[in-house]
C-alpha cells in the first residue's frame, strides 16, 4: 500500500476508521450507560453517534488535506500522537478531557508530569501513536481536484447537517450529556476545550481587579499561617472519625478545632484562588496576599507546589529557593516549607504577618513517594503510577500515609508558632480539594465539579489558637471563602470588602 498512491478520500476514510476504533472505546461506553439502547431512540443515537464520528472526522481531514497534504500529515500526526496520550489517562484514571482538566495539564510543573511515567504509557504512545503516524509520514496521497473535491465536500456537509437535524427529538439526551460526550471525543476534547480554556482566561484575566484599600486597626502583634493542602479529602482524617490512626500528633494539641467544609472546584488552579479571593467569582480579583502585601502586612509565601494565582509580594520562595543549603532526607520533602520559618517570622520589623505554605503532601499518583520512609505507617503501600493495577488496601495505605506526614508537619509548625509568644498567633489547615481512590472506578482528582463525587470536594478545615487570642464561633460547616474574611479578622485589617459573615473568629 505504501508504495503506490492511495486516493485521498481512502485516506481520510481509513484515518478516520482507525482514530474511532483506537480512541473511543471510553466515549462509547458512556453513552451506553447513559442511555437505554434497546429502544428505538436509543439504537437511533448510537447508530447516529457512530456515523457522526466516523464522517465528522474524515470530513474535516478531506478539507485539510486537499489544501495541503503537507499540512494535513503534521496536523493528523499530532492527532495520533496526542490522542494516544489522552486514552491512556482516560483508561487509566477516568478523567474527562473538559477545560478543567485541560487547565490542570497547562498548568502541571514538569516533577508532577514525570511522576505519570510509566510502561504502559510508552506502550499505548507505541502502539496507538507513533506506529499509526510512521504509516502517515510515508504514505503517498493522490492530489485531489477542484472538481472532484466539491461535489463531495458539499454533499458530505449537506448529510452531517441533515443527520443533525434528524436527531431534533434527541437533542435535550445530547445536550445533557455533552459536557462527557464533548470531553471523551478525540481529537475534540482537548482542541475545542482548549480553546475554550483559553477563551475564559482572556475573558478571567483582562486585568487583576484591585480592592479598596485597608487599614490595620492596632498594633497588636498578631501571626496568622494559613496552610493549603493538596488533595487532602476529610474523610481519611482521624480527626473527622477515620477508623485508621491517622492524626496521631495533632489529636493531643490542644485549641485545635475541625471543621466540615467543601471545595469550589477539584483541581489546583480553582481551588487555591477560591481560598484565596474574597469571593466566589471567575473574575480576578486581588488575591489575599498580594492585598494583604498592599496594605503594609508583612507577607511570606513558601511553596512547594505551583498552580497559584500570580502572587506580588517580595517573599515568594519556591522549592528550589527553600533547597539552597538544605542538607538531609527532609529536604526532600515538605518538611523544607518548615525551614528558617521561625527566624524569617522573628526577622520582620512590622505588627503583622501572614504566612502560607503551600504543600504537595498528598498528590498522586505516587503516594508513597510523597512522605520519609519512617511515616510508612500502613503498608502494604501501592508503589505503581497506574492505581487501578494496585489493589485497594495498598492504595488506602500510601494515601493515609501521606495524612499521617501532613500530621506531622502541622503539629510542628505549631509548636514552632507556641515558641512565638510575642504574638497572637492563628493556623487554619484547609485543602485545594478532595482525592479519590478508587471509588466509583475513580482516581485522583480533576472531575469537573458539577458531577464530581463527594470525595473529590469534601476538605478537612483546621483552626488552631494561640492562648490569649481569639475565640471561635459555633462554626459547623466552612467554605474555602471563609479563609479571606478571618485572616482580616484576625490580623485586625479593616476593609470595605470584609463580610463578618464569612469570617470564623468571635
Known amino acids: 500500500m505504501l508504495r503506490h498512491n492511495v486516493n485521498l478520500v481512502h485516506f481520510v476514510l481509513v484515518a478516520s476508521a482507525i482514530n474511532f476504533i483506537f480512541f473511543h472505546y471510553p466515549f462509547f461506553k458512556y453513552a451506553f450507560t447513559a442511555l437505554d439502547y434497546k429502544t428505538l431512540g436509543g439504537t437511533t443515537i448510537i447508530v447516529s453517534l457512530v456515523i ?220 487555591v484562588k477560591c481560598i484565596l479571593e474574597h469571593t466566589n467569582s471567575r473574575k480576578l480579583y486581588e488575591i489575599l496576599p498580594n492585598y494583604l502585601y498592599r496594605n503594609e502586612v508583612d507577607v511570606i509565601w513558601r511553596t512547594t507546589n505551583w498552580g497559584e494565582p500570580p502572587v506580588h509580594i517580595k517573599n515568594f520562595h519556591k522549592k528550589e529557593d527553600l533547597n539552597k543549603g538544605c542538607e538531609g532526607q527532609a529536604c526532600n520533602y515538605d518538611e523544607i516549607l518548615l525551614k528558617g520559618l521561625k527566624e524569617q517570622i522573628l526577622a520582620s520589623k512590622k505588627d503583622k504577618i501572614f504566612v502560607v505554605l503551600h504543600t504537595s503532601t498528598s498528590h498522586g499518583p505516587s503516594y508513597n513517594t510523597r512522605y520519609p520512609p519512617e511515616f510508612e505507617k500502613f503498608a502494604p503501600v501501592c508503589t505503581s503510577v497506574e492505581l487501578g493495577e494496585c489493589s485497594q488496601e495498598s492504595l488506602v495505605n500510601a494515601y493515609d500515609n501521606t495524612i499521617v506526614y501532613t500530621d506531622y508537619i502541622l503539629s510542628r509548625l505549631i509548636e514552632g508558632l507556641k515558641e512565638l509568644k510575642e504574638y497572637n498567633s492563628t493556623m487554619l489547615f484547609v485543602s485545594d480539594h478532595g482525592e479519590s481512590l478508587g471509588e466509583y472506578n475513580l482516581y485522583m482528582h480533576g472531575i469537573p465539579a458539577a458531577f464530581a463525587p463527594k470525595e473529590q470536594l469534601e476538605i478537612p478545615f483546621l483552626v488552631w489558637l494561640s492562648d490569649g487570642s481569639k475565640k471561635l464561633k459555633p462554626n459547623e460547616i466552612l467554605s474555602q471563602h471563609h479563609i479571606f474574611h478571618s485572616i482580616l479578622n484576625f490580623l485586625a485589617i479593616e476593609s470595605p470588602i470584609y463580610d463578618e459573615n464569612m469570617n470564623i473568629f468571635k
Open 52 to 271: 457522526a464520528m466516523l464522517l465528522a472526522n474524515a470530513f474535516v481531514l478531506y478539507l485539510i488535506f486537499f489544501f495541503s497534504r503537507l499540512v494535513g500529515k503534521i496536523v493528523l500526526t499530532f492527532f495520533f500522537l496526542v490522542n494516544a496520550i489522552a486514552i491512556y489517562f482516560v483508561n487509566t484514571y477516568h478523567v474527562l478531557i473538559d477545560p478543567t482538566m485541560i487547565g490542570n495539564i497547562l498548568n502541571t510543573s514538569y516533577d508532577e508530569a514525570s511522576s505519570f511515567f510509566s510502561f504502559q504509557l510508552m506502550l499505548y504512545v507505541i502502539l496507538l501513536g507513533l506506529i499509526p503516524v510512521v504509516f502517515i509520514i510515508k504514505v503517498k496521497i493522490t492530489k485531489e481536484t477542484f472538481k472532484r473535491f466539491l461535489p463531495r465536500f458539499s454533499l458530505t456537509f449537506l448529510f452531517l447537517v441533515l443527520l443533525v437535524f434528524g436527531n431534533g427529538g434527541n437533542w435535550r439526551w445530547i445536550d445533557k450529556n455533552s459536557p462527557q460526550l464533548g470531553s471523551l471525543a478525540m481529537p475534540w476534547s482537548y482542541v475545542v476545550n482548549t480553546s475554550r480554556f483559553y477563551l475564559d482566561k482572556f475573558k478571567e484575566n483582562k486585568k487583576v481587579l484591585l480592592l479598596p484599600d485597608a487599614k490595620i486597626k492596632d498594633p497588636v502583634k498578631s501571626l496568622a499561617v494559613l496552610v493549603i493542602g493538596e488533595s487532602a479529602r476529610r474523610e481519611n482524617f482521624s480527626l473527622y472519625g477515620y477508623e485508621k490512626f491517622t492524626n496521631p500528633l495533632l489529636s493531643k494539641v490542644e485549641h485545635l478545632h475541625s471543621f466540615k467544609a467543601t471545595s469550589c472546584a477539584t483541581y489546583t488552579t480553582a481551588g
